[in-house]
């Protein structure tokens, strides 16, 4: 992930549930299909993380951390392991914008042009294969632009938002 890579190894204990080790720290995980999308419910000792996968031709997912999407390639390096790397263009940098990462429908804005937000700020509700994508600010910084509308319609690789 951000150009490192992980060791992982997943072993299978039931129908839809694993036992997951992460460079050595080892993670309870249930795993449910609706259509080509899996949702992950990751136990550690500490805390609960829920995501979403979605696969892709070409060794690619789309998976949705916290309802913040990252889309990724999965490089199988042998028994065990698999390297995430995160694409860098997912976020942009301070003072950049912010993309639809999917085709979809904006069905809410929860900001407004020239508001302060800090990271992981809710901007906007993306609105794909009918679920509800909380898209957050990727850094600190001031709304200079809001480029869509409520209810308006986005292709991937449209802008969103840009920050400054």
């Known amino acids: 992930m951000n150009d490192e890579s992980y060791a992982v190894s997943i072993e299978q204990k039931g129908k839809g549930q694993y036992q997951v080790t992460l460079d050595g720290t080892k993670f309870e995980a249930e795993t449910t299909s609706i259509g080509n999308i899996t949702s992950w419910l990751v136990r550690s000792e500490t805390e609960n993380i829920h995501a979403k996968a979605l696969n892709r031709p070409n060794d690619r997912v789309d998976v949705w951390l916290a309802s913040m999407p990252f889309p ?46 800090r990271e992981g700020t809710p901007l906007l509700i993306l609105e794909a294969m009918k679920m509800q994508n909380e898209i957050t600010s990727p850094n600190s910084g001031k709304i200079k632009r809001m ?13 969103l938002v840009s920050i400054e």
Do not use: C, D, N
């Not at 480029?147 to 802008?159: D, I, L, N, Q």
């Open 72 to 117: 990724a390639t999965v490089q199988t390096v042998g028994i065990g392991g698999y390297p995430v790397r995160t694409e860098s263009r997912m976020r942009s940098a301070l003072g950049g914008q912010i993309l639809a990462l999917m085709p979809g429908r904006i069905t809410s804005i929860l900001v407004k042009k020239e508001e302060e937000v």
């Open 147 to 159: 480029f869509v509308r409520e209810g308006e319609t986005v292709k991937k690789g449209a802008p």
